[in-house]
C-alpha cells in the first residue's frame, strides 16, 4: 500500500525536494509520518486514557514500549499485532531501567551498558513483529534516554553503530537539535527528526517537558502542526517564531485527549493535502 503512495507521490511533486517544496519563500512538508508511544503499562496498570486501538487507526508509525520503562510481553504482543492489523510502521521504544519512574529519570551508566539494554528491548520488539509478519521500522529512545542521546555524543555514535550492524536501513527517532542527529548524519544511517505536537519549545529549538500535560486543545494542535509543515514554524513558550524542521510528528498516547489530538491533526493535515505516511515512506520519498 505505501509503495503505491510514494509513486503517486513522486508523480505529483513537481519540486526537486520531494518530501518538501518551497511555496511563496516557505517551506511546505507535503509527506509526513504521526508517530505515538504505545503499550505502556504493565500488566494489569495503564498510563494514559485512550486505548491503544483507537490511536492506532490515527497514526502511521507506532513506538512499543519494550519492557524497562514500560510494556511487557503480552502488551507488545497484543499492540505489535494490531500495528500490523492497521498497517503502522512498527518501532521499538527503548528506556532505562525504571518502571517506578516510568524511565523519566536519568540512570548514571555507561555507554556500552545503555546501548546493551537497547539493543536487547530491540531484540524482544522484533521478534515479536517476526512473530505477526510486521518488519522493525525504527528506534527511538524513551524519554531520559531520549534527552540522554541528545546530548551525549559517544552514547549515539555507539548506538547507531551497534543499530546499524543488526540492520542498515533501521531508522533513529530523534530530536533536529542533538547529538543523535548529527552523527546519524556523519555516519549515513538514516534519521527521523520528530515535531512534537503536544509538547511545548523553546526559543532555542529544545523541547519543554513537564511531568504532567494538562488538557489541551485539539483543533490549536492540529493547526500548530499544520503551520510547521507549511511553514516551518512553530511559536516558543516565550511568543517568539523559530525555524523546526522534521520529518514525523509525534504526540504522547498518555497526553489528556490523545485520540482526539491524533484525529484532529491527521484531519487538517489530509485536509490540506499532506500524506501522513510511515516514515520509512517519508525517507524514501525524499
Partial sequence: MWYLIIELYKNVTRSPCSGHQKFQGRVMRNIVDLNCDMGEGFGHWVLGEAPDEQLMELISSANIAAGFHAGDPNSMDRVIKLANHYGVGLGAHPGYRD???FGRRFIDTSPEELVNDIIYQVGAVR???RRHGIRLQHVKPHGALYM???????LSRLMIESLAAISGDLIVYCMDISK???IAKRLGHPVVREFYADRDYGTDGSIVFTRKVGRLDPQAIAEKCLRACREGKVTTVEG???????ESICFHSDTPGAVEIGRAIRKELTANNITIAPSSAVIEAA
Fill in 99 to 101: 518502571l517506578q519512574g
Fill in 180 to 182: 543523535t542527529y548529527d
Fill in 127 to 129: 521478534e515479536f513483529g
Fill in 240 to 246: 517568539t517564531d523559530i525555524n523546526i524542521e522534521f
Fill in 148 to 154: 540522554e542521546a541528545a546530548r551525549n555524543e559517544d
